[in-house]
């Protein structure tokens, strides 16, 4: 996708999250909502009676909340150039919940980079858990989106930070597909799906979106806590959040860079 269409220059994609928990007991569910496809350079220029709805904070995605000045592409240069990639004047897309009546929670916001010439680049996988804690994966996927690399961040507390993700995640165009399945000692443990048809996005489409899906960014992070009460209940080991810093576990001999899986 070269350029993103209509006046607004996003897509707003109506979506189907799935989730399916395998080990140690199994467990599904799925829900409804919508997310943005939006170049951090050119953000919706939202009317102000609709901005409550949509906003797009450099904060709310930071790698670095030491440099709360930067924009979202400078934050994102930033985080590439400190692992050696250089943007330059590249495009990126990026994949997210806008803030929206006051709250956002993006379990995952997703970043395709290209370079000056337009090939791809690299793919960011920007990760955050119900404690406020936020993580970025620098990926280099293969010409259909599927990659590998191994988890190193702390998501759900009935899972340790060991084994590693499979993750295809190819650019969107009218449709999106994206999935991550994350694999433990002994198979593959858990999986996540996010299926959503496209629109341009404007006053018109978000105005239904939010309609459709009402408190949508509230409902995403109440939804997880529900499922996660429920699997306590059914009595599912809780792992300890680990200390900031804190190494991978020794069970996992994963290596912290690997290249793509095709």
């Known amino acids: 996708m070269n350029t993103l269409p209509g006046r607004w220059g996003a897509v707003l994609y109506d979506t189907r999250t799935t989730h399916v928990r395998t080990t140690p007991r199994r467990h599904a569910f799925h829900?409804?909502?919508?997310?943005?496809?939006?170049?951090?350079?050119?953000?919706?220029a939202v009317p102000w009676p609709l901005r409550p709805l949509a906003r797009f904070r450099p904060s709310d995605h930071a790698a670095d909340a030491a440099h709360p000045e930067l924009t979202i592409r400078q934050d994102l240069d930033r985080y590439l150039a400190a692992r050696g990639v250089r943007l330059g004047d590249g495009r990126v897309l990026m994949l997210t919940q806008a803030r929206s009546l006051?709250?956002?929670?993006?379990?995952?916001?997703?970043?395709?980079?290209?370079?000056?010439?337009?090939?791809?680049?690299?793919?960011?996988?920007?990760?955050?858990?119900?404690?406020?804690?936020?993580?970025?994966?620098?990926?280099?996927?293969?010409?259909?989106?599927?990659?590998?690399?191994?988890?190193?961040?702390?998501?759900?507390?009935?899972?340790?930070?060991?084994?590693?993700?499979?993750?295809?995640?190819?650019?969107?165009?009218?449709?999106?597909?994206?999935?991550?399945?994350?694999?433990?000692?002994?198979?593959?443990?858990?999986?996540?799906?996010?299926?959503?048809?496209?629109?341009?996005?404007?006053?018109?489409?978000?105005?239904?979106?939010?309609?459709?899906?009402?408190?949508?960014?509230?409902?995403?992070?109440?939804?997880?806590?529900?499922?996660?009460?429920?699997?306590?209940?059914?009595?599912?080991?809780?792992h300890p959040r680990p200390a900031p810093g804190r190494p991978r576990s020794a069970e996992d001999p994963t290596p912290t860079e690997e290249p793509p899986t095709s």
């Open 31 to 44: 829900h409804r909502g919508y997310l943005w496809l939006v170049d951090p350079d050119r953000l919706p």
């Open 102 to 238: 006051g709250y956002v929670f993006n379990p995952l916001t997703v970043y395709w980079c290209r370079d000056d010439a337009g090939r791809p680049l690299c793919t960011v996988a920007e990760v955050h858990n119900t404690y406020g804690d936020r993580h970025r994966y620098l990926l280099r996927p293969d010409p259909a989106g599927r990659t590998r690399t191994p988890k190193e961040f702390h998501v759900s507390p009935f899972f340790p930070v060991d084994g590693h993700y499979r993750m295809t995640l190819p650019e969107p165009d009218e449709y999106l597909h994206l999935t991550v399945h994350l694999e433990r000692a002994g198979g593959r443990a858990f999986t996540a799906t996010v299926h959503g048809t496209g629109r341009p996005a404007g006053s018109a489409a978000l105005l239904r979106a939010a309609l459709t899906h009402p408190f949508a960014t509230w409902a995403v992070s109440l939804h997880i806590r529900y499922q996660g009460v429920r699997l306590w209940l059914r009595g599912v080991p809780v």
